[in-house]
């Protein structure tokens, strides 16, 4: 038992210190066994009922040595980690060969036949821990998805069937001895959580000892999507309550394709990565051919990059495979795994796609309309079966701005349990609702556990409570935390519901202990509702209900630090049922203090929300009397107010009050008010108002928009209302963009001639109407543009800049997570050695972010755009060939004082004293190293080196830029320049006629390349390196002192080193010596006598040729030199062997690598 409780922290050890290896695709070393029918049946099956053939699994009874024999050609390849031969495993995959009663013993032979393999691999001399994982595949049933077209909610399996068949498999997997449960190739993540439920109900209700968990997923295409519909973002939130110890990506795509997807998972978990693609995409024949040399060079770069800690294959990969990879990143360190959160003080929630709310998000929105027991209409629709008509109010309420969807079936005449899985299965098949989390919501927990089955992503279960007692309480919340939920917990305990301010916290804080002490409950999983109850009910009693409210909400976030507050709106306007105005203004009006509060998400209708500032006066200041109980006769007073105004007759006379404006006020007021009813016929009157349509767009709609922001960011407009105005600013531009096409025909050209910008809002935001304000105004003034839309991935935006050849790409975002996908762009961005401008913009942007976080991730130039009316100017001067540099520059310089200016003010805590950044140095284990002699000591001269020689080593870009000659991507460098269609041919010209002089010089000796190298004996002391003389052996006094400087900013990850030059010399008093290399060259003797003969004849052209041809020569003698020395006079690589382009690009060996302390 006791080795059993180590495996994880074993595993964990090897993988913090190596990248440890899985094995390769079972199936396909089946296959290459060719068997037939009577070979899987055996003598045990001979007269089974169905055909056999092709059942993997079953292999592990009738033909062992089969199974163990490739376990073990696994291992001698350099696994680390085998897989048992079980991914059909379950009675439910087994059905369709009638051999489901075999389930458990196909999974307690399969795990014994791996450690047998183990054991044997061992015996013949095998080195190394060996692990078995037990391998839990995703079954050939998906809960999420229909079988049936035409039944939507129609499911061909259960959870709880899932949960049954899938502890029957771990049950044979856990007897038979595996160190690892390995839940794999997960194309509907509600299956998976049905997996992880069975496992962890086995290990924490059935004695089963703890085993170590890994959870790899599928990505089935570039949409970044597994099959059923979620990102890799949200699979991650959706099962990392499981506590996987590594979490990552296997099959359907090879490893170049997966690469982006791996790296978001590695964005979004602090456990182990784990990747093994197939080997390559298929081919036309459904093979897979990708060689073991490309693929295991592919992975070597996730390696070099940190991405991976577990690296395997799957479909296709073979032993060789294996050893490929194994030898490519052996030499690699592993991703580094942070033990602080990566989200801290967040709420991560999930459905198709990932919402995170922590202190910078604004208040969220559930949507309260699809709920029995407030809706009328929907509770109609549902009791008469009407489910499709009942799911367009789900769609309404997303539209309209709900960033999570309550669902409550609590009726009497309703079979809750029925209605909440057959709505929740109906939401899985539509993309634009299940998108968002949902809140799973009854006061009947058997209703809530039917809606968590049918639910891939991490919903909200609302809610539970003390009512019953601490026993009840506890159960149910290991419930949902089993399932992955967050959970809501109401104000109530065994005595009743808490209405004043003690109780309520009391209650709350007695709960959170509960949970994040007994049960184990992330804090920020814990939502409290604190009750809001109805105010204006006339009982004096219930007037402080808000204040109370209010003011429990401000303890009860202090005291249970992480948690949330929630609550349902509506309850406190219960009173005023009917009139609709007076709600409205209540809920408003609550909110706005409510949420200053720190009341982060409530229930509400998201598409009725009155702006506060809006609120007429009277009722306004008969809201805030109500609400703080200023007034003891407030709830007459609203009641009066309700009767004398006739909600027909107001509006009507509101309408006739800002109708009576002038047409720029009254498209302001219709976009900070979400009313289009009148909007097109407005526009059409400022369009004749102005020169161009454009400039309708560029003054009052904008000003308008501009007013919404500030309301938005004051807190007296919500998400909803903002969402409104943008639909309304929508339909102004579209139709205004007819009218500014007609007025731009004069000055139309071609597309194809056009400058291409790319417009994207990133992946995880919603947010485009900015982006779409910047498209047409970037349309007017001559840009292609090419708009992807909202919820970009990285990989689309780039793929589209390649394949439309962009001139600039422009990223946007209104959300702060989007902060975070736009650097993750600027370094793919650079990664993949993009040359485009890249554009910032968005609501959250802003220049200081973009020039400290994003600018440095990307060597190319990197703008923040304040709005859409400098967007022209900013592209025009990125694309402008004369003025571009210049432009540039400037940018560069102020981005620098942006950067020097925050770091500066971050001076006093961000670095470190010299002294203390000197105890924090690297040490290197000196006493492993022995240092390599050069073959000379002191100084060697190079005298008119061969120029032919250097030749051979040109690096020709530096002299292209002499001539401002750059390529275009893909067109960019050389040779490949000579392509671009722009400069291609005048480049080639260029080139040609340096050749010819070229030819020239070397024949007429014309010019000499002349060099020295010096080796010298070297000891460090502290951060100087001491030069010693190399013919006395004189270490007292040096020839020479290097002053070292060592770096002092503090660093983001702790125990990191302070670096310095000096480190990497072996200091005085280590008893050894070491060696040091310098060299100075230059191939321009003779440089000045040609520059004045083509001075002399005024021929300017071939004074810049010979000054940039000799400027060529000496870097490559630089190169030249170099490699000398790695091969021969230094030695320490000899057998380099690299062609000019990687020498180029640095590829060579360092000259040691030396093993740190």
């Known amino acids: 038992m006791k080795n059993v409780e180590n495996i994880r922290s074993s595993l964990t050890a090897e993988m913090q210190k190596r990248i440890l290896i899985m094995d390769g695709a079972m199936g396909t070393m089946i296959q290459k066994h060719k068997l037939e029918e009577e070979d899987f049946r055996g003598s045990r099956f001979l007269d089974h009922l169905k055909p056999l053939k092709g059942n993997n699994d079953l292999l592990s009874l009738t033909q062992p040595e089969i199974i163990v024999g490739i376990h073990k050609e696994y291992l001698e390849a350099g696994s680390d980690i085998i897989e048992t031969n079980t991914f059909s495993g379950t009675s439910i995959a087994q059905a369709d060969y009638g051999t489901e009663d075999l389930a458990y013993e196909l999974n307690f032979e399969s795990a014994k036949l791996a450690k047998e393999a183990i054991r044997a691999y061992h015996a013949e001399g095998g080195l190394g821990k060996k692990y078995v994982a037990g391998a839990i595949g995703p079954t050939n049933r998906t809960l999420s998805i229909s079988p049936s077209v035409e039944k939507p909610h129609f499911r061909n399996v259960t959870f709880d069937e899932l949960v049954i068949a899938y502890k029957d498999q771990t049950k044979g997997l856990l007897d038979g001895g595996v160190d690892i449960i390995l839940v794999e190739t997960i194309f509907d993540t509600a299956n998976a959580k049905a997996a992880l439920f069975a496992v962890q109900e086995l290990m924490e209700e059935e004695g089963y000892p703890h085993r170590p968990i890994m959870i790899s997923g599928t990505i089935v295409d570039k949409s970044g999507r597994t099959l059923s519909g979620q990102t890799g973002d949200a699979f991650v939130v959706s099962v990392s309550h499981a506590d996987p110890l590594c979490l990552g990506l296997n099959c359907a795509l090879g490893a170049e394709e997966m690469r982006p997807f791996i790296e978001r998972i590695g964005v979004m978990t602090n456990s182990f990565i784990i990747c093994y693609p197939n080997a390559g995409l298929p081919n036309t024949f459904g093979e897979y051919d990708e060689s073991p040399e490309k693929m295991s060079k592919t992975l070597e770069g996730f390696a070099k990059d940190g991405l991976i800690n577990l690296v395997g294959g799957c479909c296709g990969t073979t032993p060789q495979h294996i050893q490929a990879i194994a030898k490519a990143v052996q030499n690699h360190p592993p991703r580094q795994c942070s033990s602080l959160p990566l989200f801290p003080n967040h709420l991560l929630l999930s459905g198709l796609e990932p919402m995170r709310i922590g202190k910078e998000t604004n208040f969220v929105n559930i949507g309260e309309r699809c709920n029995v027991a407030g809706s009328r209409l929907f509770c109609r629709l549902i009791k008469e079966d009407k489910y499709d008509e009942a799911l367009a109010i789900a769609k309404r309420q997303v539209e309209n701005g709900a960033q999570i969807l309550d669902i409550n079936m609590d009726e009497g005449m309703l079979d809750g349990v029925k209605a909440m899985a057959q709505f929740v299965n109906l939401i899985s098949s539509e993309p634009d609702i299940c998108k968002v989390p949902l809140c799973i919501d009854s006061s009947n927990f058997n209703v809530i556990l039917a809606g968590l089955k049918c639910n891939q992503g991490k919903a909200i279960v609302n809610s539970i409570s003390l009512k019953e007692g601490e026993k009840d309480f506890v159960e149910k919340a290991r419930l949902v935390k089993r399932f992955g939920g967050a959970v809501v917990v109401m104000a109530f305990d065994e005595e009743g519901q808490a209405t004043e301010i003690d109780r309520k916290v009391e209650i709350c804080e007695r709960s959170f202990r509960i949970l994040v002490d007994e049960v184990g409950f992330n804090p920020n999983d814990v939502i409290f509702d604190p009750n809001i109850l109805t105010l204006g009910t006339g009982m004096e009693e219930h007037n402080e209900y808000g204040i109370n409210f209010i003011k429990s909400t401000a303890l009860i976030k202090e005291k249970c630090r992480g948690c ?44 009725n929300l009155v702006v506060y500032s809006d609120i007429d006066p009277e009722l306004l200041g008969l809201c805030e009397s109500i609400l703080w109980n200023s007034d003891s006769n407030a709830t007459e007073k609203l009641l009066e107010y309700a009767q004398s105004h006739d909600k027909s007759e107001k509006k009507e006379e509101k309408e006739e009050l800002w109708r009576s404006a002038d047409v720029k006020k009254r498209l302001s007021y219709a976009l900070v008010k979400g009313i289009d009813k009148w909007v097109v016929e407005d ?3 400022a369009r004749l108002l102005y020169d161009h349509p454009l400039s309708v767009i560029e003054g009052p709609l904008m000003d308008g928009m501009g007013e919404v922001g500030e309301l938005f960011g004051s807190g007296k407009m919500f998400l909803p209302q903002v969402i409104k105005s943008a639909r309304v600013m929508k339909k102004a531009v579209a139709y205004l963009i007819p009218f500014i096409e007609e007025a731009n025909k004069e000055l139309s050209v071609k597309a194809q001639t056009l400058p291409t910008v790319v417009l994207a809002t990133v992946k995880g935001d919603v947010h485009d109407i900015g982006k779409n304000i910047v498209a047409v105004v970037l349309g007017c003034n001559n840009y292609r543009v090419i708009d992807l839309g909202v919820m970009c991935p990285t990989d689309k935006i780039l793929q589209t800049a390649i394949q439309e050849k962009a001139d600039i790409i422009g990223l946007s975002g209104l959300i702060t997570p989007s902060l975070e996908e736009m650097i993750h762009v600027a370094k793919e961005m650079q990664r993949l050695k993009f040359d485009l401008p890249l554009l910032i913009g968005g609501a959250t942007t802003s220049k200081q972010h973009t020039a400290v976080k994003i600018a440095p991730k990307y060597n190319m130039p990197v703008v923040h755009v ?63 190293y022995t240092p390599k ?63 010819k002089m070229l ?37 007292k006094t040096p020839i020479a002192v290097f002053h070292g400087l060592r770096q002092q900013g503090e660093k983001e990850v702790k125990g990191e080193a302070y670096l310095c030059l000096s480190d990497f010399v072996p ?29 002399e004849d005024l021929d300017d052209y071939n ?55």
Not at 581 to 591: D, G, N, Q
Not at 1005 to 1031: C, R, T
Not at 1082 to 1088: D, H, K, L, M, V
């Open 683 to 685: 526009t059409e009157e």
């Open 1067 to 1095: 200091p005085i008093d280590s008893g050894l010596t070491d060696y040091i290399g310098v060299f100075a060259v230059s191939a321009g003797f003779g440089c000045q006598k040609l520059v004045k003969r083509y001075e």
């Open 1103 to 1157: 004074v810049i040729m010979v000054k940039a041809l000799a400027d060529r020569l000496a870097e490559a003698f630089a190169e030249e030199l170099h490699l000398l020395v790695r091969k021969k006079l230094w030695a320490y690589d000899s057998d380099e062997n690299l062609p000019t382009e990687d020498l180029l690009s640095i590829k060579y060996k360092v000259r040691n690598q030396i093993r740190c302390v």
């Open 564 to 607: 949330r507050i929630s609550g349902g709106v509506s309850n406190i306007s219960f009173s005023f049922r009917g009139n609709e105005s007076v709600r409205e203004a209540m809920h408003s009006v609550f909110l706005f203090h409510a949420i200053k509060a720190g009341m982060d998400m409530g229930i509400v209708n998201a598409g």
């Open 999 to 1035: 030819d020239g010089i070397i024949a007429n000796k014309e010019l000499e390349a002349n060099g020295v190298i010096g080796f010298f004996p070297a000891n460090s002391k502290e951060d100087d390196i001491l030069i010693w003389s190399p013919e006395n052996g004189n270490r």
């Open 933 to 995: 002699v050069p073959s000379f000591l002191g100084k060697k001269t190079f005298r008119k080196f061969d120029l032919q020689r250097l030749r051979e080593r040109i690096d020709w870009k530096p002299f292209f830029d002499v001539w401002q000659l750059r390529g275009k991507y893909p067109n960019r460098g050389y040779p490949k320049l000579f392509n671009d269609p722009t400069i291609g041919s005048e480049a080639k010209r260029v080139f040609d006629d340096a050749m």
């Open 866 to 928: 304040l709005d859409a009316s400098k967007s022209v100017f900013v592209c025009s001067a990125l694309l402008d060939e004369k003025n571009r540099e210049t432009y540039m520059e400037e940018v560069a310089e102020e981005y620098e004082d942006i950067r020097e200016d925050h770091y500066e003010n971050l001076k006093g805590r961000k670095y470190l004293s010299l002294q203390e950044a000197r105890k924090q140095k690297l040490l290197l284990d000196w006493s492993s």
